[in-house]
C-alpha cells in the first residue's frame, strides 16, 4: 500500500499520489484515532495522537495532492491578485512559501512569484543612531537591509520588474545607492524599472552604457525636487537626460 511510504516519512515535501484504497484506509485511521482521543486522560499521549491526526489529514489533504504544475499556477494566481500593490504582492510570494516544506518548493520552483521587487527607503532603512554635532546638525547613522535582494532576484529566473523609491526621510537621501547597488548586479535581467528619487539618487544607473540593459521594456521616473536646491541639485543633473544618458535608449517606452 503506497500510503505506508507517507505514514513514514517525517516530512513530505513532493506531491502524494493516493488510490481510493489508500484514501479509505486513511479515513478509517483519522476516525479510529479521533475516538480513542476521547477516552486519554494523559495530556502527552493526547498530544502525540493529535499529531498523528493531523499527519494524516495533511496526507488526505486534496491540495497535498496536486501536481506541482497546477500549485504554481494557483500561486501566480493569487499574487497577480494584488495587482499593482507589489508590497503585498511580495509578501504574498513570502506567505506561499512559508507554509509548509512542500509549498516552500513549489514557491521556489515558480520564478514569476518573484519577479517584482519594491523597494523603499522608509521600509529597508532605520536610524540606529543620532549624533548631533550642533543645534541645527544632526549625523545619523542609518541601518539598511538589502541584503536579502540578491537572493530574492535569483528566484525570478528571468526578466524581473524594478520599483525603487528613494523619497522618504531627508536622513535616508544618502542610502540611495545602497539600494540600487545590489539591483545593479543583475541589470541584465530588468524588464521594467520604476524609479522615485532626488535627481542624484540613481546617478549610477544613469552612467551605464546602453547595453547594460537588454531587456528592458519600459521607464518610469518620478523625480523630487526641492525648489531652494533646484539649481545646485537638477541643473547639472538634467543634462544627463535624455540625450546624454543612453542606458535608456532601448526601452519601448519611456
Given at each position: 500500500?503506497?500510503?505506508?511510504?507517507?505514514?513514514?516519512?517525517?516530512?513530505?515535501?513532493?506531491?502524494?499520489?493516493?488510490?481510493?484504497?489508500?484514501?479509505?484506509?486513511?479515513?478509517?485511521?483519522?476516525?479510529?484515532?479521533?475516538?480513542?482521543?476521547?477516552?486519554?486522560?494523559?495530556?502527552?499521549?493526547?498530544?502525540?495522537k493529535l499529531v498523528e491526526i493531523a499527519s494524516l489529514r495533511n496526507i488526505l489533504s486534496l491540495v497535498r495532492r496536486a501536481p506541482p504544475e497546477?500549485?504554481?499556477?494557483?500561486?501566480?494566481?493569487?499574487?497577480?491578485?494584488?495587482?499593482?500593490?507589489?508590497?503585498?504582492?511580495?509578501?504574498?510570494?513570502?506567505?506561499?512559501?512559508?507554509?509548509?516544506?512542500?509549498?516552500?518548493?513549489?514557491?521556489?520552483?515558480?520564478?514569476?512569484?518573484?519577479?517584482?521587487?519594491?523597494l523603499r527607503n522608509d521600509e529597508v532603512c532605520r536610524v540606529v543612531n543620532k549624533e548631533q554635532k550642533d543645534e541645527d546638525d544632526f549625523e545619523?547613522?542609518?541601518?539598511?537591509?538589502?541584503?536579502?535582494?540578491?537572493?530574492?532576484?535569483?528566484?525570478?529566473?528571468?526578466?524581473?520588474?524594478?520599483?525603487?523609491?528613494?523619497?522618504?526621510?531627508?536622513?535616508?537621501?544618502?542610502?540611495?545607492?545602497?539600494?540600487?547597488?545590489?539591483?545593479?548586479?543583475?541589470?541584465?535581467?530588468?524588464?521594467?524599472?520604476?524609479?522615485?528619487?532626488?535627481?542624484?539618487?540613481?546617478?549610477?544607473?544613469?552612467?551605464?552604457?546602453?547595453?547594460?540593459?537588454?531587456?528592458?521594456?519600459?521607464?518610469?521616473?518620478?523625480?523630487?525636487?526641492?525648489?531652494?536646491?533646484?539649481?545646485?541639485?537638477?541643473?547639472?543633473?538634467?543634462?544627463?537626460?535624455?540625450?546624454?544618458?543612453?542606458?535608456?535608449?532601448?526601452?519601448l517606452k519611456l
Amino acid at each position: 500500500m503506497a500510503v505506508t511510504r507517507y505514514l513514514a516519512q517525517p516530512r513530505i515535501e513532493d506531491p502524494i499520489w493516493l488510490e481510493p484504497s489508500d484514501v479509505s484506509f486513511l479515513r478509517t485511521r483519522i476516525s479510529e484515532a479521533e475516538a480513542k482521543l476521547q477516552s486519554i486522560d494523559d495530556e502527552i499521549s493526547k498530544s502525540a495522537k493529535l499529531v498523528e491526526i493531523a499527519s494524516l489529514r495533511n496526507i488526505l489533504s486534496l491540495v497535498r495532492r496536486a501536481p506541482p504544475e497546477i500549485l504554481s499556477e494557483i500561486f501566480e494566481f493569487v499574487c497577480a491578485h494584488w495587482g499593482f500593490d507589489f508590497i503585498k504582492t511580495m509578501r504574498c510570494a513570502l506567505v506561499l512559501a512559508a507554509v509548509c516544506a512542500a509549498r516552500r518548493k513549489v514557491a521556489l520552483a515558480t520564478p514569476r512569484i518573484w519577479s517584482t521587487i519594491s523597494l523603499r527607503n522608509d521600509e529597508v532603512c532605520r536610524v540606529v543612531n543620532k549624533e548631533q554635532k550642533d543645534e541645527d546638525d544632526f549625523e545619523p547613522e542609518v541601518a539598511v537591509d538589502v541584503d536579502w535582494v540578491p537572493e530574492w532576484i535569483t528566484r525570478s529566473q528571468g526578466p524581473l520588474d524594478v520599483i525603487l523609491d528613494c523619497f522618504t526621510a531627508k536622513e535616508y537621501d544618502f542610502a540611495a545607492g545602497l539600494l540600487l547597488d545590489p539591483i545593479l548586479q543583475f541589470c541584465h535581467r530588468i524588464r521594467s524599472l520604476d524609479l522615485t528619487g532626488l535627481p542624484p539618487s540613481f546617478l549610477d544607473l544613469y552612467s551605464l552604457p546602453s547595453s547594460s540593459l537588454p531587456l528592458l521594456e519600459k521607464v518610469s521616473l518620478t523625480l523630487a525636487i526641492d525648489d531652494e536646491d533646484f539649481d545646485d541639485e537638477f541643473g547639472g543633473w538634467l543634462t544627463l537626460l535624455p540625450r546624454r544618458s543612453e542606458v535608456f535608449l532601448g526601452a519601448l517606452k519611456l
